[in-house]
């Protein structure tokens, strides 16, 4: 069987946004009929209808629309202007001419695919230069030069990013490493600052604050602004991020404080810092899981309030979570017990008037 994707990637998505919408809708509308009304009238793309679900909405007070938008206080007219504006920017874009952009073959067994990739399979460079003058004409597929892979488990790929091509997903590496690194600046200054003022303690609960605070901006810059072709590079994205940012929060910028003071390395101030800051992070992390509250809220909170009972199940949902997250809890742990156990162990000076040893 053979799949052959389009470079749709923009049609794609307002697609997937249309389905989403619909089945808002479907959990908004009381009644099957006002449901089937609603979106028969936003697939239609009237004008008419379209600025007078807007004056509707303009009408509302500020706050209730921010809660509309935020999606706390869903309403089926929210929803239905929004597929309107989707369906409308569907009618532009399904009419158009798109190109092939990838082809994906199945084989009945898996020796066929092995033979097909030994066949066929050049190197990434020659590929992305299309230059078949300089391959072995055994490797050209009807004089033409293939970049064939082994494909991804079709339930991992993402259909509506495979337009995406290396500059974009570079630029939008670029991009998220920058803010990661943005946050990291603002957590060694925070840090030390508790430090220097004498308070290990305080600066102890900002690194297992930080330590918090930074995979949620990653799960926000991997799922929501970066465009990865498969599930596994969400994954990977994620993990190379958070590992980063933990290990620099946990054990690194407590390092660069004890070199800041070698004089005081062995002693109970620092030996309590290290103290301060692995209890901090073997408590508090799990302490604010366990308590989940953005999935208390919804359970607790908006869910008894929902007006439809399709909808007080959808808050009953579990909370989301990425598999990559628990990986760097063990990674960051480990590298912060070496990292502070060595500092401790093997203090060196870092100017010349430093002794190695304090005082007694």
Known sequence: MVTVTLDNGPLLRLLKRKRFLENEMRLEAIEEA??????????????????????????????????????????????????????????????????????????????????????????????????????????????????????????????????????????????????????????????????????????????????????????????????HHTHEQIEDSFLSKTVAGRWFTSSIVLYIIGLDHSAYMLSAYYIGSVHAVLLADAITNPAIRLMDLSGNFKRHVLAPIAGTLERAKAWEEGTDWLLAERYTDLAKTSKQGGSLRRSAAYPYPISETDPLIPPS
């Open 34 to 227: 006002r449901y089937s009304t609603m979106k028969r009238r936003a697939s239609s793309v009237d004008q008419s209808f379209l600025r007078q679900l807007e004056t509707s909405q303009s009408a509302k007070p500020w706050y209730k629309r921010l809660f509309e938008a935020l999606g706390l206080d869903p309403t089926l007219e929210y929803f239905t202007l929004e597929l309107l504006k989707v369906n409308m920017q569907i009618s532009a874009l399904k009419h158009r001419r798109y190109r092939a952009d990838k082809v994906f073959v199945t084989f009945n067994d898996e020796h066929s695919q092995r033979r097909c990739l030994d066949a066929m399979c050049v190197g990434v460079i020659p590929a992305y230069m299309d230059s078949p003058d300089t391959i072995d004409t055994k490797f050209l597929f009807k004089g033409n030069l293939l970049h064939i892979v082994e494909a991804p488990e079709p339930s991992s790929i993402q259909y509506e990013y495979l337009d995406r091509g290396l500059r974009e997903h570079v630029f939008e590496q670029l991009i998220s490493w920058f803010v990661v690194a943005c946050f990291l600046v603002l957590t060694y200054f925070s840090v030390v600052e508790c430090f220097n003022q004498g308070e290990p303690v305080l600066g102890a609960v900002l690194i297992s604050f930080w330590n918090g605070v930074i995979p949620e901006i990653n799960r926000y810059l991997v799922q929501e602004f970066e465009t």
